[in-house]
T-cell receptor, first 113, second 114 residues
Framework: GESVGLHLPTLSVQEGDNSIINCAYSNSASDYFIWYKQESGKGPQFIIDIRSNMDKRQGQRVTVLLNKTVKHLSLQIAATQPGDSAVYFCAENRIQGAQKLVFGQGTRLTINP | DTAVSQTPKYLVTQMGNDKSIKCEQNLGHDTMYWYKQDSKKFLKIMFSYNNKELIINETVPNRFSPKSPDKAHLNLHINSLELGDSAVYFC?????????????FGPGTRLTVL
């Protein structure tokens, strides 16, 4: 259901440090997971994805970890920069005959200088 | 070039009015979507169209009527606007399945109902 009434989780880190953003997903049948970044006043932007048959995937400065046993997803951002400040969403794809992204609550990441 | 564009960016209107939001994508994608993002940043799919055919309708009130004149456009018409319709509406597009293909989002339309 919707996360009505909940405040957006926040995470503050110092510039240059690593950050880890966590996400719990709900459907064990989901087969594809995506992290999106949303900057203020903009639409969500794709960061990295991972299929359910993988545990880890690395991109440029980002790593996604998937733990299907506990239905947990994490996004690690290395050497954070001011431009990393944004709201980060995890999303799961439940194919069921069509592409249907179900988004998590979102985490606001703030990079402190 | 803008991949997914929406107009208007801001829309302020009175309760009971009818309004439309337009979306266009120049990526050659077959599938387009509308999402609603509430004040808590919760993002939820409303509709998806695949080559002008409705694929997903997430129990959205029938005051909301998507219209796809061609596969590059998906407009959202809202009748009898209510206070609870205030939100940011995002259009997105992707290649057709099977499997998952990355969805590209537009910049959003902030709708405020007074």
């Amino acid at each position: 259901g919707e996360s009505v009434g909940l405040h957006l989780p926040t995470l503050s880190v110092q510039e240059g440090d690593n950050s880890i953003i966590n996400c719990a997903y709900s459907n064990s049948a989901s087969d594809y997971f995506i992290w999106y970044k949303q900057e203020s006043g903009k639409g969500p932007q794709f960061i990295i994805d991972i299929r359910s048959n993988m545990d880890k995937r690395q991109g440029q400065r980002v790593t996604v970890l998937l733990n299907k046993t506990v239905k947990h997803l994490s996004l690690q951002i290395a050497a954070t920069q001011p431009g990393d400040s944004a709201v980060y969403f995890c999303a799961e794809n439940r194919i069921q005959g069509a592409q249907k992204l179900v988004f998590g609550q979102g985490t606001r990441l703030t990079i402190n200088p | 070039d803008t991949a997914v564009s929406q107009t208007p960016k801001y829309l302020v209107t009175q309760m009971g009015n009818d309004k439309s939001i337009k979306c266009e994508q120049n990526l050659g994608h077959d599938t387009m979507y509308w999402y609603k993002q509430d004040s808590k940043k919760f993002l939820k799919i409303m509709f998806s169209y695949n080559n002008k055919e409705l694929i997903i309708n997430e129990t959205v009130p029938n005051r909301f009527s998507p219209k796809s004149p061609d596969k590059a456009h998906l407009n959202l018409h809202i009748n009898s606007l209510e206070l609870g319709d205030s939100a940011v509406y995002f259009c997105a597009s992707s290649q057709r399945g099977p499997g998952y293909n990355e969805q590209f989002f537009g910049p959003g339309t902030r709708l405020t109902v007074l």
